[in-house]
């Protein structure tokens, strides 16, 4: 893993450099997009200081980007780009081997809505349609900037699409035969050391102060996560160390 020399008192792919730049980006995007009139620039700058104020700083950098992607956006990344047992990489990949997790409305009218190959067989063979396609991924990625780059996560020797569909769709739709990617390996493992929401833990925590039967449910939930994930642990030991804001 790519890591900055520096103190370190959290696991040391929490700190990888490659996962640090997509979240950056992801998270600029999406905040740029959703709040008018606030630059990319200024908002990546924001973020980044945020990262360099040490264990505390890594504690906000995290969970600010799972408020953003699984609270905003409702896209639980989190786990895949902090597993310590998964590995990202950026790389230009064949756009027909694509596939989609997330069905499109504009595909629904095709007989198949994932695989790309079989998308474009189909489409081959169907030139009105084709036709049909195009201006509507004209239409739906009209403004998307061209070097926000998509995010691909290869399982059972597939690359599914996690972000990035509409752009991902253009290019097959205009033969585009490659395309780059931030490819996520997950080496067909479930996620291990991944980072969990301080929120999520202290919530858990709370609920059981005004429902004590749930004690013993959410002390197998926590018992789970600080099994699977020795960052768990650490956020929460960091969270209690730092002053009330």
Known sequence: MDTQNRSQSY?????????????????????????LGIPRFVVRGRLQRQYDTGDTGI?????????????????????????????WERRTVQTIELSLFARLEQLATLPEQSNFRVIWGYLQSHPDELTRQRKLASKFTKGKRKRDLPILRKRDGKLWIDDGSGRCLRALLYEQPTIEAWVCD???????DYWVPTSELINLVKLCSDRPEL??????ILRVYFEESETARLSVQTAKRQPPK
């Open 215 to 220: 004690l013993e449910p959410v002390r197998a």
């Open 186 to 192: 997950t080496h067909d493992q479930q996620p291990r």
């Open 59 to 87: 504690l906000d950098f995290w969970n600010s980007f799972e408020a953003i992607a699984g609270g905003m956006l409702l896209k639980p990344a989190v786990r895949r780009l902090t597993a310590s047992n998964y590995t």
């Open 11 to 35: 696991p040391a792919h929490l700190y990888d450099e490659t996962c640090r730049v997509i979240a950056l980006e992801w998270m600029a995007r999406d905040i740029s997009s959703k709040l």
